[in-house]
């Protein structure tokens, strides 16, 4: 009998994301502009050398084609180094359809090749 892997905890999974996707973020007062790594509808990792304890309040707005996408999240991790991973807390009924036509986007880019 083969040892059974722990269960993530993601509602949704995350596809990764070519160096076009950028977010500006604004926490503790400090804004910064970073990659982003992965995303799903719900949460992110972006690239940053900013550690930020977890429970920490930030405000995104993604700099993308499909249009302005904004976002509350919370830092649920940080790994040292090499950045945050983000929870969404709050999106804007607009801004939804927006976020999931740019995971589709990713996931099409990455499925062809392309991410």
Not at 24 to 46: A, H, P, T
Not at 68 to 95: P, S
């Amino acid at each position: 009998m083969r040892p059974s892997s722990a269960p993530s905890r993601r509602f949704s999974s995350r596809v990764q994301a070519p160096g076009d996707v950028w977010v500006y973020w604004k926490c503790e007062g400090r804004d910064d502009v970073s990659q982003v790594r992965n995303i799903s509808m719900g949460g992110l990792f972006i690239k940053t050398p900013q550690p930020r304890p977890s429970g920490t309040i930030t405000r995104l707005d993604f700099l993308v084609a499909e249009g302005q996408i904004r976002a509350d999240a919370v830092v649920r991790h940080a790994r040292a180094g090499a950045g945050l991973g983000l929870k969404f807390t709050a999106l804007a009924e607009q801004d939804r359809p927006k976020l999931a036509a740019l995971i589709n986007r990713l996931r099409r880019m990455h499925f062809l090749g392309g991410g």
